[in-house]
């Protein structure tokens, strides 16, 4: 097989439309480029939800996030999404600046970083060797 696969975009669930401003911005410096509504029939065709919800795409040259805002409960489960950036360090300054905590994890002599948004997504950082 000689296709190769390259991710588009993540879809996540949040709650407060500011808070994504802050994370996906501020704290990952990710542009907002568009914002729009999709309808509650779209909605349940697609996703078996019957809500109208608005969705806000986040998008730089490499990574995409649509967000859906929306007042639904998450579940608990392991879904994660991995990004890369280029340094540790201010990431979790400024994740401390917005009131975010950063979990460092131990695992086989290496540091593992991750940290949840504002809506409980669950992010794993990783630093561009």
Do not use: W
């Amino acid at each position: 097989m000689s296709e190769e696969t390259s991710l588009i975009h993540v879809g996540l669930q949040y709650s407060d439309e500011d808070k994504s401003e802050i994370f996906f911005t501020k704290i990952l410096g990710i542009p907002l480029k568009k914002k729009f509504t999709i309808s509650a029939e779209l909605a349940k065709e697609i996703f078996g939800i019957g809500e109208s919800v608005k969705i806000l795409v986040y998008q730089n040259q490499n990574t995409g996030f649509e967000v859906f805002i929306t007042k639904l409960a998450k579940q608990a489960n392991y879904e994660h999404s991995c990004i890369e950036i280029k340094n540790k360090k201010e990431f979790m300054d400024r994740c401390t600046k917005h009131g975010l905590e950063v979990k460092i994890i131990k695992k086989d002599g290496k540091d593992l970083l991750f940290v949840k948004d504002f809506s409980g997504n669950l992010f794993e950082i990783k630093e561009k060797q």
